[in-house]
């Protein structure tokens, strides 16, 4: 079956826009997703419009999911390890060689925060140990703050979140090399920098970080945390192998208005995208790519 459009990502940006395409009722759409994903790592979700109290990206999922497929969109578990470009449309192929076809292709594949194993971390991440400044700086705001990360990326967010609270330790769990004159501004902003590893972080109660443990025994008070380890994993291969613009950084160009690639019919959406990582920039993403999509298939069938 051809499908008229695959969304690859079943993220916030993608549910988004699988539930615009459904909402138009005429086009057979498939959501790839493998279930992973930094919106299902996210315990709670504070700056989202009608939650003031919080909602996870596991209950966002579950019910963007439950929304689209009231539309009839369909979902396939599965890892997209290739794609190809072709007349008519695109072939994409599972991790178990399954090939799937559409005429318009979304990718909503995102990216993974690279974060050492410390035993601890995945407890209290997304929960009091956040990843972003501009979702969660507010949740830090005079509570005892500890940023978890390596070198100058380290240093950058405790430079960046030292407005809102007077109480920041930044650890440089890797060691990783600071130029003198970024532990000077560190120092001129009152952040005290500490380079050692972190055996572990405790918890006090579900998901709230307590103490993060250094090696050499040190125990460190926190209310809130950041990570911040520089080199995350943008999911863009599939982009490149479609001959997609990449950017140094590994996010893809899309058109600001449409959020198509430099290859027609092929949208992008969310995180992989080259603007701020936020889950409603991704909600917004979603509905563009809907609305161009929906566009691109009416234009298909005249």
Known sequence: MIQDCIIVGGG??????????????????????????????????????????????????????????????????????????????????????????????LLATGLTDRHPELPGLKNTLGMSVYVCPDCDGYEIKNKKTIIMGSGTAGAGMARILSSKTPDLTYINHEQADI??????????????????????????????????????????????????????????????????EVADNKHVAADGRSRMSTVENLWIAGDLGIHSEQAAVAMGDGVLCGIWINKTLHHMKK
């Open 12 to 105: 916030i940006a993608g549910l988004q826009a699988a539930i615009q395409l459904g909402r138009y009722a005429e086009h057979k759409v498939l959501v790839i997703d493998y279930g992973e994903g930094r919106s299902s790592l996210c315990r709670s979700y504070h700056n989202i419009l009608g939650f003031p109290d919080g909602i996870s990206g596991e209950e966002l999922r579950k019910r963007g999911r439950h929304q689209a497929e009231s539309y009839g969109i369909e979902f396939i578990h599965d890892r997209v390890v290739k794609a190809h470009k072709e007349e008519g449309g695109f072939t994409l192929t599972g991790e178990n060689g399954t090939e799937y076809k559409a005429k318009t292709l």
């Open 179 to 244: 130029p003198s004159e970024i532990l000077q501004k560190l120092k001129d902003k009152k952040i005290e920098y500490i380079e050692e590893p972190i055996e572990k972080i405790e918890e006090q109660e579900d998901g709230m970080i307590s103490t993060v443990i250094l090696i050499n025994g040190r125990r460190i008070e926190a209310e809130r945390g950041f990570i911040a380890f520089r080199n995350n994993k943008v999911h863009s291969e599939l982009a490149e192998q479609l001959g997609a």
